[in-house]
């Protein structure tokens, strides 16, 4: 007792580059004026540099700060802002999608087929059991929460978490309960050429004024 002093050691085996956590640590007394750290609040949350066996002391030179998490406001590319969108049964299969798909929105309504949105950028997928990841976004889609399951044990809807362009935010909050949701995927070798395709839309309809007295009505009729 004379030569030691409480402190703090490796309660396992411990991997270089762990985050270290409070389970991970033991009281014991270790050497007196050995520059060990005593203070465990000093070490939680810091990435270990070398690995550590059972019993070993931390030193200062050990540790380094653990790089900080990732928001998920960090993860929308720049001059976009974050949509969730529900797609339809039976379009293209969320669970083949990974983050970083670019994607056209087409809605079929009454009013017939419109383009909403376009070169829409997947983030992540929540529900149906999958959970797509952007490139280099550090982890933050796994904030995002799962959608909980029903009795039968099959997940209730899937949500797609998308970037888009501000200007296409209330064409996208427009779509209608009855309408039907279509997602144009974008090949990734033409995307890496710079020259995805375009998507023309066709007009199905034609848009009429109706004047009746004082009122006036617009009515769609098909072409």
């Keep these: 007792r004379m030569t030691t002093e409480p402190g703090w050691v490796a309660g396992g085996d411990i991997a270089a580059g762990a985050v270290i956590m409070p389970n991970m ?3 014991a007394r270790v050497s007196d004026g050995a520059n060990v750290m005593s203070d465990p609040r000093s070490l939680f949350g810091k990435r270990l540099k070398i690995a550590k066996k059972e019993g070993d002391t931390f030193k200062p030179g050990d540790i380094a700060a653990a790089p ?37 929105v087409l809605v079929t309504g009454r009013g017939g087929v419109r383009t909403v949105a376009r070169d829409v950028r997947l983030i992540g997928v929540m529900g149906g059991g999958a959970k797509a990841q952007g490139p280099g976004d550090g982890g933050a889609v796994g904030m995002l929460k799962q959608k909980p399951k029903d009795k039968s ?21 427009s779509i209608g309960s009855s309408d039907k949701v279509s997602l144009v995927l974008h090949g990734s070798r033409d995307l890496a050429d710079g020259k995805p395709l375009t998507v023309r839309a066709v007009p199905t309809h034609r848009s009429i004024e109706v004047v009746s007295g004082l009122s006036r009505s617009r009515v769609n009729v098909r072409l």
């Excluded at 044990?153 to 209330?170: I, M, Q």
């Design 68 to 104: 900080a998490r990732k928001t998920l406001a960090q993860a929308i590319p720049e001059g976009r802002v974050l949509y969730t969108l529900i797609p339809n049964v039976g379009g293209i299969p969320h669970s083949q999608l990974s983050g970083g798909d670019r994607f056209d």
């Design 25 to 27: 640590l033991k009281e």
């Design 153 to 173: 044990g099959s997940v209730a809807g899937v949500s797609l978490v998308v970037a888009v362009y501000p200007d296409d935010v209330y064409p996208l909050a």
